[in-house]
Structure formats: structure tokens, C-alpha cells
């Protein structure tokens, strides 16, 4: 049993690494891709936020997963290895592919798969979170549509956050301490904008925090096995090793492959994910950042697309370069379309991934789980 615990929290670690790969990738892409940070930087400052937002926020997600769906008041060790090594395999492949998928889904989908083949379900509280699953990201659609549709062209030209020229604040270590520096070329409009760039990158990176601390540990803690406060701290401490290690290749695919918006229309999506990802972790729903966040994206391209064809007078261009503080009404051509603020074929890659994830998960910790018993 000893050797199995040991296992398992080695399992649960390897499951957060790939977590904070993921979810480092959503959280501070669009800041890495406006060169508001370096790589390094957002490690550190994703590790905070992670920290913050799985103490506080994510207990109550922990025990939804941990407690809630499978139909017994603990599950044998045994079984939450299980769990755990499918939703590992399950993330890590989505990581090798560079998408950032959705690891609550996968979690939920282990951990049904799981019950399915032991104990059995509880279908009402399945029910519960999946409803919340289509709630989140029609809500997230809706809410960057209205914004793109009516009042997005008057945000961009009066309070409009305009893209650093270079990188102002960098991150340094001394004698292993991390200290902030300034640049000495920085405009006073470069910090400003990389302040609110940052500070939405870590209100994701908390949401982030409070929403996969459970993915990690859950199974764990719904076998008895380990304290949450344990949990967590295991489930942190791997998200952040994850964060300096394996989210190179989900930033880039976020910051640069997915979606050409411009600054001020990254930081109204992140805002609109991470407030909805954050209450329902509130709630105990394990939530999609990625999910909410992706269709803000696609709502704000459709509705800014929307208002293009039903106005006469143009808005602002999608490009990051040209969408700044106007200190004039601007001029314009010929208004975005939906297809210029994201790029239809990676978006529907992750889609593909979101759909099949959790699947994959769940026939994997049944096959699993059957053999065992």
C-alpha cells in the first residue's frame, strides 16, 4: 500500500507538470505573444497566481471530483491510480500535439470511466457539470459577442491597451532570488499596457489554479489516502514545475498560432473566461479556462464581423500594430472579419481535441479499471 501512495503521488506530479504546461499556454500566451514578458517571467508569475488560486478557490473542486461523482464515499488507491495515469496519458499526448486542452473535461471523464467500471455513478451531479459545460462557453460567446457587436469599436478607441514595442519588465535571478527589472528604453505606455497584460495573465493564471488543483489530486483525496492540504500543495508545486518546463510549446501555439487578435481584444476574452472559469470553481464545477476563453474569442470575431456588415461608418483593423488609443476617430476601409481575428483550422483542431479528450480518458480508466477487478 505504501509503495502504491508513492506511486501515486508521482503520478499525481507527472498529471500536474502536464496541467501547468497546458494551462500556462492559455493563461500567458497572449501576453508572451505581445512581448509583454519573457518565458521565465511567466513561469513565475503562473506559479504565484496557480499557488493562490488552488489554496483558496480550488478546495471546493477538489471535493467535487474527489467525492462527488463516483457513487461510494471513497474509492480504493488502486482505483485513483487509475485515474490519474489515464488523465496523465491523456493530457500529455494533447501537450506533445502543442494544444491545451481541456483537463477538467479529462478529469471528469477518468473518473467516470472509472466508476462506471467499480462502484457506479452519480449521474445527477454528472448531469449537473455537464449542464455548466454548455452553460460556460454560450455564456462566454454571448458576452464577447455583445462586447464586439455594440461596444467594442468605443472601448478599443478610448481606454484601447496598445502592444509593448519591447519587452520593458524582465525577470532576473540573483543568488537564486527572482528580482524585477525595468527596462531603461521602456515607454510609459509600454508599462501600462504590460501591467494590464500581466495583471489578466495572472487573474487567468489564478482561475487556472483554482480550476485543475483538482485534476492532479483529485483521486487521491476521494481515496482517503492524502489530506487536501497535502493535495494541494503536491498539485501547486507541479503545476509551477510545468510552467518553467513543458508550456513553451502551448504559449506559442496561443500567443501566435491561434488567434491574431489585437491587445485590447486579448485582454477583454481573458477577462470574460477567467471571471466565468473562477465562478464556477466557486461553485465546485470543474471548469474549461480554455473552453470559455477560445469562444470568447470566436464570439468577439462574430460580433465584431456582426456590426461590419450592419454599419456604415468602419471600426478598428484586427491587427495587434493598428488598434491603439486613438486620439482621433479612426479610418478605415474595410471592417475585420471573423475570419481575421482567429484562425478557423487550429481553432477546430482544438475543438477536435476538446471533444475527444475525455473520452479517450474515460474508455481508458474503464478498460483499466475492469481488468483490475
Given amino acids: 500500500m505504501e509503495n502504491l501512495l508513492i506511486a501515486g503521488v508521482f503520478l499525481a506530479t507527472f498529471v500536474g507538470i502536464n496541467i501547468g504546461g497546458?494551462?500556462?499556454?492559455?493563461a500567458f500566451g497572449p501576453a508572451i505573444g505581445a512581448n509583454a514578458i519573457t518565458r521565465v517571467g511567466a513561469g513565475v508569475l503562473m506559479s504565484i497566481s496557480a499557488i493562490i488560486g488552488g489554496w483558496t478557490v480550488g478546495r471546493d473542486v477538489v471535493l467535487t471530483v474527489g467525492n462527488d461523482i463516483v457513487a461510494a464515499p471513497a474509492f480504493s488507491l488502486s482505483a485513483g491510480f487509475v485515474v490519474l495515469a489515464s488523465i496523465g496519458l491523456t493530457v500529455l499526448v494533447a501537450n506533445l500535439l502543442g494544444i491545451p486542452t481541456s483537463t477538467s473535461m479529462v478529469a471528469v471523464?477518468?473518473?467516470?470511466?472509472?466508476?462506471?467500471?467499480?462502484?457506479?455513478?452519480?449521474?445527477?451531479?454528472?448531469?449537473?457539470?455537464?449542464?455548466w459545460w454548455v452553460v460556460a462557453?454560450?455564456?462566454?460567446?454571448?458576452?464577447?459577442?455583445?462586447?464586439?457587436?455594440w461596444t467594442y469599436d468605443e472601448i478599443a478607441a478610448h481606454v484601447g491597451v496598445t502592444e509593448p514595442a519591447t519587452s520593458p519588465l524582465r525577470i532576473r535571478w540573483a543568488e537564486g532570488k527572482p528580482s524585477l527589472q525595468i527596462a531603461d528604453t521602456a515607454s510609459r505606455s509600454d508599462l501600462v499596457s504590460t501591467f494590464l497584460l500581466l495583471l489578466i495573465a495572472c487573474y487567468m493564471g489564478f482561475s487556472a489554479g483554482a480550476s485543475n488543483v483538482?485534476?492532479?489530486?483529485?483521486?487521491?483525496?476521494?481515496?482517503?489516502?492524502?489530506?487536501?492540504?497535502?493535495?494541494?500543495?503536491?498539485?501547486?508545486?507541479a503545476i509551477s514545475f510545468g510552467a518553467f518546463t513543458i508550456a513553451r510549446r502551448t504559449m506559442a501555439t496561443v500567443g501566435s498560432d491561434l488567434t491574431a487578435l489585437p491587445t485590447t481584444a486579448a485582454v477583454l476574452v481573458a477577462t470574460i473566461g477567467a471571471t466565468i472559469t473562477t465562478g464556477l470553481s466557486y461553485l465546485g464545477i470543474p471548469a474549461s479556462l480554455a473552453?470559455?476563453?477560445?469562444?470568447?474569442?470566436?464570439?468577439?470575431?462574430w460580433g465584431r464581423a456582426k456590426r461590419g456588415r450592419n454599419r456604415a461608418a468602419p471600426s478598428p483593423p484586427a491587427t495587434r500594430e493598428e488598434t491603439v488609443r486613438c486620439e482621433k476617430p479612426p479610418s478605415f476601409a474595410v471592417h475585420p472579419t471573423a475570419v481575421t481575428l482567429f484562425r478557423g483550422s487550429?481553432?477546430?483542431?482544438?475543438?477536435?481535441?476538446?471533444?475527444?479528450?475525455?473520452?479517450?480518458?474515460?474508455?481508458?480508466?474503464?478498460?483499466?479499471?475492469?481488468?483490475?477487478?
Avoid at 473518473?111 to 457539470?129: P, Q, Y
Avoid at 483538482?214 to 508545486?237: E, F, K, R, Y
Fill in 22 to 26: 497546458s494551462s500556462t499556454g492559455v
Fill in 109 to 131: 471523464g477518468a473518473m467516470v470511466g472509472m466508476g462506471v467500471g467499480s462502484a457506479g455513478v452519480k449521474w445527477d451531479v454528472l448531469v449537473r457539470i455537464a449542464r
Fill in 137 to 149: 462557453p454560450v455564456l462566454a460567446f454571448g458576452t464577447a459577442a455583445a462586447i464586439g457587436r
Fill in 214 to 237: 483538482a485534476n492532479a489530486v483529485a483521486p487521491l483525496v476521494g481515496s482517503g489516502t492524502v489530506s487536501i492540504d497535502a493535495a494541494i500543495l503536491v498539485a501547486v508545486g
Fill in 291 to 301: 473552453l470559455s476563453t477560445i469562444t470568447a474569442i470566436i464570439g468577439l470575431g
Fill in 346 to 373: 487550429m481553432v477546430a483542431r482544438i475543438i477536435a481535441v476538446w471533444m475527444v479528450a475525455p473520452v479517450a480518458a474515460a474508455g481508458a480508466a474503464l478498460t483499466a479499471t475492469i481488468s483490475l477487478v
